[in-house]
Every structure is written in structure tokens, then in C-alpha cells.
Nanobody
Framework: VQLQASGGGLVQAGGSLRLSCATSGRALSTPAMGWFRQAPGKEREFVATITWSGRTTLYEDSVKGRFTISRDNAKNTVYLQMNSLKPEDTAVYYC????????????????WGQGTQVTVSS
């Protein structure tokens, strides 16, 4: 397994969750890490991405100011801190790894985790 996502769950609107993505194998050598999400009946959409150094990030507009992506290279783990959650954030969240920095395009990512369910109740 290259990427292992965890941390999803059920939370009330306004609450917080922190997702984790542990990397292994060839995914370790890729400089870009990202999070995507897919709600039922919708296409997978970009959430956030971070460069290897962690100094540069990019967010989808609807999560700016609420979500924070970070990484701990010593632990080979990427995180997505999600605050002020809304019912529309409900989706399966996927972590991804690739060589193209700061891209929102899912096809640019080479490795994908299995997804973790986030459900936000109103």
C-alpha cells in the first residue's frame, strides 16, 4: 500500500476533524501531496495540495480559511486539518501523491489512497 488515509468520521456542523495520510514505497519519493474528495453522485474534486518542503500550499476556494494541509516528512505523513465543517463537506476524502507541484488536476497524481469517509451532520 502506497498511501493510507485515516481520520474520517461523523461530526456535527461547525466541528473539526484531522485526516492523516501515511505514505510508503514509491509514493515517498514524490514531491507533491494532495487531498481530493468525492461526494455521492459527484465527480472527484480537488481540496488542497502541498509541496515537499511544506512551504507552499494551494486550496480549493470553498475550503480556504477552514482547512489546512501540512506534512511531516520525518513521519512520511500528510495531514488535512478541517475546521468549521459544513454538511456540504460530506464526502469520501482521498490523499494522492505525484510529481507535478501545485496542480488541481487529479490525473496528474500517480498514487492514491483508499479514501476515508467524512460525514457532517446539520
Amino acid at each position: 500500500v502506497q498511501l493510507q488515509a485515516s481520520g474520517g468520521g461523523l461530526v456535527q456542523a461547525g466541528g473539526s476533524l484531522r485526516l492523516s495520510c501515511a505514505t510508503s514505497g514509491r509514493a515517498l519519493s514524490t514531491p507533491a501531496m494532495g487531498w481530493f474528495r468525492q461526494a455521492p453522485g459527484k465527480e472527484r474534486e480537488f481540496v488542497a495540495t502541498i509541496t515537499w518542503s511544506g512551504r507552499t500550499t494551494l486550496y480549493e476556494d470553498s475550503v480556504k480559511g477552514r482547512f489546512t494541509i501540512s506534512r511531516d516528512n520525518a513521519k512520511n505523513t500528510v495531514y488535512l486539518q478541517m475546521n468549521s465543517l459544513k454538511p456540504e463537506d460530506t464526502a469520501v476524502y482521498y490523499c494522492a501523491a505525484g510529481s507535478t507541484l501545485l496542480t488541481k488536476v487529479a490525473a496528474a497524481y500517480d498514487y492514491w489512497g483508499q479514501g476515508t469517509q467524512v460525514t457532517v451532520s446539520s
